[in-house]
């Protein structure tokens, strides 16, 4: 498999001026913002010579779809990341703007000798929890199913999620309840950025009622936070430099967690110059403050 070789933290100072000028704080001007600085650089990204199936359907409902991102010579035992958006647990989509926007995602681990695939999934109010961990199940079972079919290798896939997509995806990951059998989850690692893993009936936000319901003594079971019960999976946790302090107390304290429990310590990263979008926006554009660390994980996982 191939290896980045591309130094680590060179978010363009243009660009780490701008985000630094927004604050450690985020909305949805922050990610307009954001997202237009960035767009330059996705529009500019060379999307030749991948060949993308689109709108698979994993599962019952409308949004239960992924795209297939492959290189056009093929490869033969891949590893396979799938991507899950963010947005708040009530917007999203796996394609922005074409697939100029998380496209960049898929993309940049095919450049790096991978199948890459993004995923969509139920959102709320419409979805409640647990949905989104189980279309993160369903998800993995098709793409344990039929990745082969794209040469990839099923016992290398890797889940990687952000913000909400962060949130589903290590529920699903973490706790044992979700899984499909006693062996675990099923998956090879899991990367998470910038997720919600504790909520609390005080300080609950419109959109995490959405999806969780009207606040209630049933938060305490809903949680990541205090209800890992499985830390044989690799697992690694980031979050953005100026994410807001919520984020990152959430980030420690499930290290900890993890660490208490199963005496191993989770690989943790924090983005450096980044946002909490800016993380997603920048992978696979030169921008290379985050995507190579990605495939540190991964590729320092698949070598035993």
Not at 6 to 25: C, L, R, S, W
Not at 39 to 53: F, K, Q, Y
Not at 109 to 129: D, Q
């Amino acid at each position: 498999m191939n290896k980045v070789d591309t130094p680590t933290h060179n978010i363009p100072a243009e660009i780490a001026a701008e985000i630094k000028a927004m604050g450690k704080q985020f909305n949805e001007e922050i990610a307009g913002q954001t997202r237009e600085i960035y767009m330059p650089l996705l529009e500019a990204i060379d999307r030749s010579g991948i060949t993308v199936t689109s709108d698979i359907s994993y599962g019952a409902h409308e949004r239960n779809l992924l795209d297939v991102h492959v290189a056009d010579g093929g490869v033969a035992g891949a590893p396979t990341v799938i991507f899950f958006h963010g947005g708040g647990f009530v917007r999203g989509h796996k394609n922005v703007a074409g697939d100029v926007l998380h496209g960049n995602v898929a993309n940049f681990f095919v450049r790096n000798g991978m199948i890459g695939i993004n995923a969509t999934y139920r959102l709320a109010p419409e979805a409640k929890w647990p949905d989104g961990a189980e279309d993160v199940r369903a998800a993995l079972a098709w793409a344990r199913e039929n990745i082969a079919h794209y040469g990839g290798d099923p016992d290398k896939i890797f889940l990687l999620g952000q913000s909400a997509g962060a949130s589903h995806v290590a529920t699903y990951v973490l706790r044992k309840q979700m899984h499909p059998n006693e062996n675990g989850p099923g998956c090879a690692g899991a990367i998470c950025m910038s997720g919600v893993y504790g909520i609390s009936a005080e300080n609950a936000a419109p959109n995490q009622i959405a999806y969780y319901g009207e606040p209630s003594d049933k938060y305490a079971e809903m949680k990541v936070l205090e209800n890992v019960d499985h830390g044989d999976t690799p697992f690694m946790l980031s979050t953005a430099d100026f994410d807001m302090f919520g984020f990152e107390k959430g980030a420690i304290n499930l290290l900890a967690e993890i660490a208490e429990k199963f005496g191993i310590m989770p690989r943790y990263k924090q983005m450096r110059g980044h946002n909490h979008v800016s993380q997603v926006y920048s992978i696979g554009t030169g921008d290379n403050g985050v995507g190579p660390d990605i495939i540190d994980f991964i590729n320092h996982t698949l070598s035993g």
